[in-house]
């Protein structure tokens, strides 16, 4: 008879109406009966610990009713309920910098910004910012969800870090096993030594992560300037800045093709970098010896530069 069964027997017998429906409820939502057995109050030390290790030997049906129901004496005994109270709530925010033993079972230490809810047998983590480290003892069925902006991961029993910055939400596993479910991109199991980072997911924190990467592979930047553009804000500032960051990729490269494409795009758009975009679209025209796009671009400058004048003068030549 398996642990649930035998706690649902001891109700019928021995528990009062209040109480059967206490423990029922938490059985039929699925939660281990072990964790509530740790909480028991008793004048022994390690009382709950001995009731745990009794419950978790494997015995014949008849001996195992026998022990569950013995133990229950025991305690009776002893003056201690055998039904726990609630998981003590959980609400704690996380400023600043700061270290917590939030229950038994978790600990958290923080530099940055978010917040701590839920209960100590579902503990739930708004993390906003900064560093974040938490150790939660395994194998005791506790149900640790941590939240940010761009990923959600799910917890039992691990030691890790969550990290937000620019770049996005970033996950380490230090030991143990979580899942990670980004809000964009992949969906990564994780283990010890292991780690993933969630994409932003607007394209103007997008435009603070490319320039927060610092030198990256050209392909890299063009596949996350394209996924950019394709999420919904973007538009005007941010949309031309992405096609920005996505041409001086191709400028290093010297890809001359891409880099006319995306400054067109951008002087369709506008934006702060026009006169410098503008210029680097004249030049290239002009090598091209197509004077009708250098003087389409240049028809309603009142201030040529050197370089746009140069190529004017090239074209009326």
């Not at 939660?136 to 990290?163: C, I, K, M, Y």
């Not at 932003?200 to 320039?211: N, Q, Y």
């Not at 500032?237 to 990729?249: D, F």
């Not at 028809?299 to 074209?315: F, G, L």
């Amino acid at each position: 008879m398996s642990e649930r069964d035998a706690l649902k027997r001891l109700l019928d017998e021995k528990a009062g109406p209040e109480a059967q429906a206490r423990l029922r409820a938490r059985l039929e939502a699925g939660r281990s009966a072990a964790p509530l057995l740790k909480k028991l109050p008793g004048p022994q030390a390690g009382a709950a610990a001995r009731v745990r290790a009794r419950l978790a030997q494997p015995r014949p049906s008849r001996v195992w009713i026998g022990g569950v129901a013995m133990a229950a004496a025991a305690l009776v005994a002893l003056g201690v309920g055998l039904w726990p109270s609630e998981p003590a709530p959980l609400q704690q925010e996380l400023a600043a910098a700061g270290e917590l033993q939030a229950s038994d079972t978790l600990r958290l230490r923080w530099q940055g910004q978010g917040a701590l809810s839920g209960d100590e047998a579902a503990p739930r983590v708004q993390w906003d910012k900064g560093d974040l480290h938490l150790d939660l003892e395994p194998d005791q069925g506790v149900d640790l969800q941590v939240r940010t902006r761009e990923a959600s991961v799910a917890v039992l029993g691990t030691v890790f870090d969550v990290e937000r910055d620019a770049l996005g939400t970033r996950v380490s596993v230090e030991r143990g096993k979580v899942r990670v479910d980004c809000e964009r991109g992949a969906d990564p199991v994780l283990t010890a030594g292991q780690s993933h980072t969630c994409a932003p997911v607007s394209a103007a924190a997008m435009v603070g992560r490319l320039k927060a990467l610092g030198p990256v592979a050209r392909a890299q930047i063009d596949a996350e300037v394209q996924g950019a553009l394709e999420l919904p804000d973007a538009q005007g500032a941010v949309r031309s800045e992405l096609l920005a960051l996505r041409l001086e990729a191709a400028f290093r490269d010297q890809d001359w093709a891409a880099v006319q494409r995306d400054a067109l795009a951008y002087l369709e758009i506008g934006g702060p970098r026009q006169a410098e975009i503008r210029e680097i679209a004249v030049q290239l025209a002009g090598r091209d010896g197509d004077c009708e796009q250098v003087r389409t671009l240049t028809r309603h400058v009142d201030n040529p530069s050197a370089v746009e004048q140069s190529e004017i003068n090239a074209c009326e030549g």
